[in-house]
């Protein structure tokens, strides 16, 4: 079974910090490009930050630089998101995607390349 297994969603106050999993489920993420995606109610899906297979491209969505981290550990094919000093506008449904990328890019202003999806885990930052 190809696809990607998301943890780490929940309930948190604002200014709390989560930390979502991603991991392949049969297969390995070595020469995956990594991206992870929030759909928050009403709203369309957008892009919140992605990182190459090896994790020398990194990029953040302007909404969350300086709070969100992503990373990954190829050992465990696993990529991560830490999220701190969330808001209530960081409520929505958060996505993982892997796309097999050979060059050391990554892309979040489009998803239709990501070929593996997470089922999405929700986060609802709400006191």
């Known amino acids: 079974q190809s696809q990607l297994v998301e943890s780490g969603g929940g309930l948190v106050q604002p200014g709390g910090s989560l930390r979502l999993s991603c991991a392949a489920s049969g297969f390995t993420l070595d020469y995956y490009a990594i991206g992870w995606f929030r759909q928050a109610p009403g709203k369309e899906r957008e892009g919140v930050s992605c990182?190459?297979?090896?994790?020398?491209?990194?990029n953040y969505a302007d909404s969350v630089k300086g709070r969100f981290t992503i990373s990954r550990d190829n050992a465990k094919s696993t990529a991560y998101l830490q999220m701190n000093s969330l808001k209530p506008e960081d409520t929505a449904v958060y996505y993982c995607?892997?796309?097999?990328?050979?060059?050391?890019?990554?892309?979040?202003?489009?998803?239709?390349?990501?070929?593996?999806w997470g089922q999405g885990t929700q986060v609802t930052v709400s006191s």
């Open positions: 990182i190459s297979s090896r994790g020398s491209t990194i």
């Open positions: 995607a892997a796309v097999l990328a050979v060059q050391a890019v990554c892309v979040m202003d489009t998803d239709t390349m990501y070929d593996y």
